[in-house]
């Protein structure tokens, strides 16, 4: 039987992608509506939720290669 991995950051990599979907959309909503001051803070949260999910994404993949050097190392 197949040994279960470790559950990491649960809402990491899916809550910064929604993050940057949301920003996204004001960004598009306040362009067609010319709400220029909402347009800043929605430019603004797509500017954060971008690297954030590159840098939970880059976490999640060292401590993959982290696990994978343990088990050896155990072996």
Same mark, same amino acid.
């Given at each position: !039987?197949?040994?279960?991995?470790?559950?990491?950051? #649960?809402? +990491?990599? #899916? +809550? +910064?992608?929604?993050?940057?979907?949301? +920003?996204?959309?004001?960004?598009?909503? %306040?362009?067609?509506?010319? %709400?220029?001051? =909402?347009?800043?803070?929605?430019?603004?949260?797509?500017?954060?939720?971008? #690297?954030?999910?590159?840098? !939970? !994404?880059?976490?999640?993949?060292?401590?993959?290669?982290?696990? =994978?050097?343990?088990?050896?190392? %155990?072996?």
């Amino acid at each position: !039987m197949e040994a279960k991995k470790k559950l990491r950051c #649960p809402l +990491g990599v #899916p +809550g +910064g992608i929604l993050a940057a979907l949301i +920003g996204l959309t004001g960004v598009i909503v %306040n362009i067609i509506h010319f %709400n220029w001051f =909402e347009l800043i803070t929605s430019l603004a949260l797509l500017l954060l939720a971008l #690297p954030f999910v590159r840098v !939970m !994404m880059m976490v999640h993949a060292a401590n993959d290669r982290l696990d =994978e050097i343990e088990s050896k190392m %155990n072996k």
